[in-house]
């Protein structure tokens, strides 16, 4: 039987864009300076460690909730709630400034109430973007939708800085406020569609429990969607180990003034990775983009390791950022076409705990398995000086070089072993399009029909 018809275009696509680029940047700045207050405050780098990992798990744990509620209700609405939740969440830390009254466990709390939240925020605008871009232009969407995050990477440091001497922490709260309000006004200018039904639906109705553990069911029936989702978690492991250490590597042979600059570059190459993959959209065959960018990143990882010499460290930051939209936006749009509309809240917010379940235990041992493992083994007289210290040197620093350059090996292996399973390799023709198709002579904006199911 036909379904309802669903309204498709890139123009409502750009205005929530826009929104979400503007309070992504505020999100920026205020993370930075929160991040500056926590260390000032505290003077731990434990503490100050642990606001990433209470934004990290919680939002995990409540994720497949989140998704069954958001294939239940109003996308659109769920992210207006989000985004205000987050509103109200900068504006209580902006008045425990203003009174002075602001302590670090009012940090930890604020962060993972803001954890929650994104939690359903997320899945509810991955899961909308397919329902208003067409098919040919997801990857360029993706590739737009990746650009907040790299422009926020270069400016918010040095804007964040700025903005402290100027107005101080609490002005730059009140800024972040506005952005969330200006996100909000953007998505109360737009209509998101609801899905339209599909033959998973039906095996996905019962208790709100039920439909939130139907994402993993999903996932089990289709092998090659699994094993996507296995092969990300792996590298969300290598990556995040990486991403925590990159300051410490940095700093054993040089400046924070060095290392403000290797970012800046590296959120250089981000933005221009994100711009080639809105201007290109990936290759026909997604996966290969995937698989392909992810074994270069895990090469620039390797590399950045073999030397401690600064000009390595900006080219491949640049070279591993440069990567990371391209496989982020080919992923997020097979995603988005191999999974039916309507229960995409479900199974991206599984997607996202398990593949997002390895990062906190990543930021937990990551300073240990360099501090006790991997740094007194390239310490002068350590037990691979003579080998392997030989080649990549010894010394501060030259242990996390050898951890980067086997977590860099491990995710070209891994990129790898996805290209040799059939169900991954073969996944953008073995599984069929589940998106809506527009007949030969309607053009991308139009109203087009769901297929019959």
């Known amino acids: 039987m036909p379904q309802p018809t669903v309204a498709r275009g890139m123009r409502t696509f750009v205005i929530i864009w826009i929104g979400q680029l503007v309070s992504i940047l505020g999100s920026s700045l205020s993370s930075f300076a929160l991040g500056v207050w926590v260390y000032q405050r505290s003077g731990s780098v434990t503490q100050f460690a642990l606001v990433s990992f209470f934004f990290a798990l919680p939002g995990l744990l409540v994720a497949p909730l989140a998704g069954a509620i958001v294939d239940r209700a109003d996308r659109r609405r769920i992210m ?28 930890y709390l604020t962060t993972i109430a803001a954890s929650i939240i994104l939690a359903f925020q997320g899945p509810a605008h991955a899961a909308s973007t397919p329902l208003i871009v067409p098919e ?24 964040a800085g700025a903005l402290l001497a100027l107005i101080g922490i609490q002005g730059v709260f009140v800024i972040d406020f506005a952005t969330f309000l200006f996100a909000v006004t953007t998505l109360l200018l737009v209509r998101i569609p609801q899905p339209p039904a599909s033959a998973d639906t039906t095996g996905a109705r019962g208790s709100l429990l039920r439909e939130a553990a139907y994402g993993w069911t999903y996932l089990a029936a289709r092998p090659g969607l ?3 989702l296995l092969l990300f978690a792996s590298a969300n492991f290598l990556l995040s180990t990486v991403v925590v250490l990159v300051t410490p590597l940095i700093l054993s042979v040089s400046s924070p003034v060095i290392l403000g600059t290797v970012l800046s570059v590296g959120g250089v190459g981000m933005l221009l990775g994100s711009i080639a993959m ?30 401690a010499w600064v000009p390595l460290f900006i080219a491949t930051a640049f070279g591993f950022l440069f990567t990371l939209p391209i496989a982020n936006g080919c992923t997020m749009s097979i995603w988005q076409t191999k999974v039916a509309p309507d229960v995409q809240g479900r199974v991206f917010a599984v997607s996202d705990m398990v593949g997002g379940f390895t990062r906190p235990i990543s930021f937990l041992i990551a ?36 951890l980067f350059i086997v977590m860099g090996t491990l ?18 023709t073995e599984l069929p399009n589940m998106l809506p198709v527009a007949s030969a002579d309607e053009q991308p904006g139009g109203v087009v029909s769901a297929p019959s199911m």
């Open 80 to 107: 207006i709630l989000s985004d205000t939740g987050s509103a109200l969440l900068t504006l209580l830390i902006a008045l425990l400034l203003l009174a002075g009254r602001l302590e670090v466990w009012h940090i």
């Open 136 to 159: 040919e232009q997801l990857g360029r969407a993706n590739g737009m939708a990746q650009i907040g995050g790299a422009a926020s990477q270069i400016a918010a440091p040095v804007l």
């Open 226 to 228: 699994l094993g996507l």
């Open 278 to 307: 809105s201007v290109w959209g990936g290759p026909k065959r997604r996966v290969y983009g995937v698989l392909g960018f992810m074994f270069l990143g895990g090469l620039f990882i390797a590399l950045s390791g073999v030397r």
């Open 367 to 402: 300073g240990p398995l360099a501090d006790r493992v991997f740094e007194p083994l390239l310490a002068p007289g350590g037990a691979l000086a003579g080998s392997i210290g030989r080649l990549i040197g010894v010394g501060a620093g030259r242990g996390i070089g050898l």
């Open 411 to 428: 995710l070209m292996l891994v990129s790898a072993a996805g290209y040799l399973y059939p169900r991954i390799k073969l996944l953008d």
